[in-house]
């Protein structure tokens, strides 16, 4: 989420003068040279010169019986519209952690007309005022008199999230708070931290917690007095660093301070005595009377400046206290003339098209070590990255889109093949799910990596239109383990959680969701779901005012109760979104079951072999040992059905082909495992 006063001055113009600039959309073309050639032509002067996804949205428009439509308002009673999933539990924010006499949260200012005055910039004190924190647990609202209008929309808001085992953490702009999930039906708190800084994204690795910190009231000692100073040894802004041995009372063990702050971070493992961490700041540079060897400014004049990089932190994993930035690595440098501000230089792009950002920073960086790559959304392009030496990242590839106004995040599919970026138009702060708002701005956009090339695919944008006290846009989610498909869950903040599938780049498809109605019928207050995660069975909806939401996925025509439970399969002791892991399934009988009601989905495969698989299946899975007295001859005869399976498919292409021979080689697995 990006809260500036930026994102007040821009209205989007009529949706007929954007219909017939859309008509005259061209295929998008990939990068060909990445660098600093400026285009000529007046109605996209200033603009640099790299491969455009300008293909309109593939989506259906709106239908106008969707339940989400509206849905009545309310903090805890709004009204709720669900296909696909339902609500398990809900927890509220605890004490501590909103404001009493605003438990929604405050009432944004309204966005101003492109001709207005700007308003004033915001002080340079810190947004929010107190007194000491003089121990762990909650703290009592104290806003600064001084804070514009608004400022204060996000003080207490939740932010991401992070798991091990069968604990949850939940990043807040005030601190975070841990959970026990292990019941779904009754999450339970087991401590709140309190430390201000915004925007407290977090990950977990081992016993440690990383928080990501970057507004100018956070101190290296978790205080809630904030900084008044212009420069001072006491702000923090960077990436904490917590020993949570025991997650009851965590430790701060270290706090890497950087030029502009933490944003988010990505964690980036190496071997086992050392982890990398990429830190993306977005805020203003700092002084070097503040932070030694910051600075900011046009690279043409300062070569040191802190804009185009991200921070490489390097953290000893015996020794985490030893974290320490190493790196400061040019990613968005001009490959033949070593300018380092080598991509889109931002501004507007021609009429019908979004006024993009500059890239001088990334917001979010996903990395995959399984496949060495790292995908960046860089406020301007969407980049493809080898992480092979984690402490070096390099640039293999670059997009952009005159449909993106803010590139935001970034997903991979389980095979490395697609990419998924996400445009955060209105910085999340914003109503952009509205029925005149164009489907494929503040969407997401679907790459299919090629040659480690990005090709364009096609946009996905939740369908629902919102209301104008509702912010809505893309933003952050992550896979569902459903073996052979490709499908993701994300949060779209006030427009509800939203399951999509997106096996076909160029034709995604909504396949579930939930949402409730808004926080207020007239104002607008920041809430919504800042991510929606996968972890273990369930979905994990982090509600940016409403506190989390536990839901489970129920079937339906575009998803099988075997594609559910074949899912369900999946451990893991760790996840944290911007590091990806690797997706392998069990060789078992639901497995098997999944591919089948796939095949049969798209009549890829006979009723009669159908038939021989599930007949064997079942024959199989009533054996207990290996050893009963006719075992032998189940298992072999289920090993045959495989290899006809596996006949079967080299008649096929695509996706049928890999999922008849996928299923050929569970079936195999679940035999092999019983001799």
Not at 436 to 464: H, Q, R, S, T
Not at 594 to 601: K, V
């Amino acid at each position: 989420m990006r809260f500036r006063t930026s994102d007040f001055g821009f209205r989007p113009p009529s949706l007929a003068g954007l219909a017939r600039e859309l008509r005259r959309d061209a295929a998008p073309e990939r990068l060909r040279r990445v660098g600093g050639r400026i285009l000529k032509a007046a109605a996209i002067a200033g603009f640099a010169a790299i491969g455009m996804a300008t293909v309109s949205a593939q989506q259906k428009p709106a239908d106008a019986n969707d339940p989400r439509i509206g849905l009545k308002p309310g903090l805890r009673d709004a009204g709720v519209a669900a296909r696909g999933m339902e609500l398990v539990s809900t927890r509220p924010r605890p004490e501590g952690f909103y404001d009493p006499a605003n438990p929604g949260g405050v009432a944004m200012p309204g966005e101003r007309p492109g001709n207005a005055t700007p308003p004033p910039p915001p002080p340079t004190a810190p947004q929010t005022g107190g007194t000491p924190q003089t121990g762990a647990g909650p703290q009592p609202y104290a806003p600064s008199s001084a804070a514009p209008p608004g400022a204060g929309a996000l003080d207490f808001a939740n932010s991401d999230l992070a798991f091990s085992g069968t604990h949850m953490v939940m990043g807040n702009f005030h601190g975070f708070n841990a959970y026990d999930i292990e019941s779904a039906k009754s999450p339970r708190l087991l401590a709140s931290i309190v430390c201000p800084g915004g925007q407290g994204d977090v990950s977990i690795y081992g016993n440690l917690l990383f928080m990501s910190v970057e507004q100018t009231r956070g101190r290296v000692d978790c205080g809630v007095q904030g900084v008044p100073e212009v420069a001072s040894k006491d702000r923090f802004r960077g990436v904490r660093i917590f020993d949570i041995t025991d997650i009851r009372n965590p430790k701060q063990v270290a706090a890497v301070q950087t030029c502009r702050g933490s944003h988010t971070h990505t964690l980036v493992p190496k071997d086992k005595q050392t982890l990398y961490v990429y830190g993306s700041g977005t805020g203003g540079v700092r002084s070097g009377e503040e932070l030694v060897d910051c600075s900011g400014g046009d690279p043409k004049e300062n070569a040191n400046t802190a804009l185009f990089s991200i921070d490489v932190i390097e953290v000893p994993l015996g020794a985490p206290e030893k974290a320490r930035v190493v790196n400061r690595p040019r990613i968005f440098a001009d490959e033949k003339t070593g300018a380092i501000a080598g991509l889109n230089p931002g501004g507007d792009s021609g009429p019908g098209t979004q006024r993009s950002a500059t890239t001088n920073q990334c917001h979010d960086i996903t990395v995959y070590p399984a496949v060495g790559l790292a995908a960046g959304a860089c406020s301007g392009n969407g980049i493809l990255m080898d992480i092979s030496d984690p402490a070096n990242p390099k640039r293999l590839d670059a997009v952009a889109d005159k449909n993106f106004a803010y590139w935001h995040s970034a997903s991979f599919n389980n095979d490395g093949t697609k990419v998924i970026f996400t445009d955060e138009w209105g910085g999340g702060t914003r109503p952009r799910c509205r029925k005149e708002d164009l489907l494929n701005w503040g969407a997401d956009a679907i790459f299919d990596i090629v040659d480690k090339k990005m090709v364009f695919g096609g946009y996905y944008k939740m369908p629902a239109p919102q209301t104008e006290s509702e912010n809505c846009v893309a933003h952050n989610g992550s896979l569902i383990p459903v073996p052979g498909r490709d499908i993701m869950v994300q949060g779209w903040y006030q427009g509800g959680v939203s399951v999509f599938d997106f096996t076909d780049s160029k034709n995604p498809v909504e396949i579930a969701f939930f949402d409730r109605g808004p926080l207020d019928p007239k104002n607008l207050i920041i809430g919504g779901y800042w991510s929606g995660y996968w972890y273990n069975g369930n979905i994990y909806g982090a509600e940016i005012s409403r506190g989390v939401d536990i839901f489970k996925l129920v079937p339906t025509q575009h998803l099988s109760q075997n594609e559910i439970d074949a899912a369900i399969q999946v451990r893991q002791t760790e996840f944290n979104a911007q590091n990806q892991p690797k997706i392998t399934w069990p060789a078992t009988s639901i497995v098997a079951k999944a591919y089948l009601d796939q095949l049969g989905r798209t009549n890829a495969i006979s009723a009669e072999r159908a038939k021989a698989v599930r007949d064997n299946l079942a024959k199989v899975d009533e054996l207990r040992t290996g050893k009963e007295r006719d075992a032998t001859a189940r298992l072999d005869a289920l090993t045959a059905v495989a290899a006809q399976v596996e006949a079967d498919a080299k008649s096929k292409t695509g996706r049928d082909a890999m999922r008849l021979n996928a299923l050929a080689e569970t079936l195999k697995g679940r035999a092999a495992a019983l001799r």
